[in-house]
């Protein structure tokens, strides 16, 4: 599996920007997808999840009303809407397949900066 993360760049606060995940695995709808964000000095945190069949979400509650996760099964792609973004925002994105049982599986990331 493979996954190539886009989307991301530099924002002023209150923008938006929609992040996207494109997976080679024609598997990929068995795959539970989340993103996770690292930031300077900080740790990888869980940003948001989409179960397998895209019914079942959950978020950060640092983000929460402002992002949002969807996926597209048919295109192999899973997508993080950010809007109303903060400075605290800023970091890398990453994003993340993993079923049930078997390895886990990274992108490389995207920088989102989030500054005026």
């Known amino acids: 599996v493979q996954l190539v993360e886009s989307g991301g760049g530099l924002v002023q606060p209150g923008g938006s920007l929609r992040l996207s995940c494109a997976a080679s695995?024609?598997?990929?709808?068995?795959?539970?997808m989340s993103w996770y964000r690292q930031a300077p000095g900080k740790e990888r945190e869980l940003v948001a999840v989409?179960?397998?069949?895209?019914?079942?979400?959950h978020y950060a509650d640092s983000v929460k009303g402002r992002f949002t996760i969807s996926r597209d099964n048919a295109k192999k792609t899973v997508y993080l809407q950010m809007n109303s973004l903060k400075p605290e925002d800023t970091a890398v994105y990453y994003c993340?397949?993993?079923?049930?049982?078997?390895?886990?599986?990274w992108g490389q990331g995207t920088q989102v900066t989030v500054s005026s």
């Open positions: 993340n397949a993993r079923r049930t049982t078997g390895p886990v599986y």
């Open positions: 695995t024609f598997t990929f709808s068995t795959y539970a």
């Open positions: 989409v179960g397998s069949a895209g019914g079942t979400t």
